[in-house]
Each structure stands twice: as C-alpha cells, then as structure tokens.
C-alpha cells in the first residue's frame, strides 16, 4: 500500500514564502510522477505542478515563476517552493503520487494567505 503525506501548509502573509513537503512510502515504482495540486474555496481541484521520476516538471501557466516543484528520489519526496504568495493562492495543497500500479493522493495541506 503506498501513503502519501504533505507538510509545511500554514498561514502567511501576501508577498510572503512556503515550501510544502511530501514524503510518499510504501511499494512504490519508477518511473513515476509526482506533484501537487490544489483546491480553493469553492473551486474546482487544479494543477500545480509535477514533476517526474527524471526530472521533467509541467507547470501550471498562473504558477510559473513563483512556485518551484523539486525532489529527492532517494527519499521519494517532492517539494514545492512558493514564493511572492497571492490571497488566491489559499488553498488545500494535495500531493499525488502516479505509477504503473496507480495514482494515490495525500490528505492536504492547508495554505492561507492573508492580505
């Protein structure tokens, strides 16, 4: 069974920074895709970014720029680097881990941005 598990959300100011952690365990198989996306109040889940098990990264257009996907194959981890945070960037951040065998997805992270 593969677990997915974010850290890092909270609350911070507009302007401010956020790096979001996700630790995935279990039987898990390369090559494979991992990444965030994100819900807001009332919307829709949309992607973030992800990034693959060789490096690729796709990013949505409204996070280019500010946000950076990154990770640690050794410790099947991924990270997103938020900067220059928007009120619009609140949200519940949700990892996503997708293999041959599956997709699985973390509980979420909460991520508030005060103006």
């Known amino acids: 069974q593969v677990q997915v598990v974010e850290s890092g959300g909270g609350l911070v100011q507009a302007g401010g920074s956020l790096r979001l952690s996700c630790a995935a365990s279990?039987?898990?198989?390369?090559?494979?895709?991992m990444g965030w996306y994100r819900q807001g109040p009332g919307k829709q889940r949309e992607l973030v970014a992800t990034?693959?098990?060789?490096?690729?990264?796709n990013y949505a257009d409204s996070m280019k720029g500010r946000f950076t996907v990154s990770r640690d194959n050794a410790k099947n981890t991924v990270y997103l680097q938020m900067n220059s945070l928007k009120p619009e960037d609140t949200a519940v951040y949700y990892c996503?881990?997708?293999?041959?065998?599956?997709?699985?997805w973390g509980q979420g992270t909460q991520v508030t941005v005060s103006s």
């Open positions: 990034i693959t098990s060789g490096g690729s990264t």
């Open positions: 996503h881990l997708r293999h041959w065998s599956g997709a699985y």
């Open positions: 279990g039987k898990i198989f390369s090559p494979n895709a």
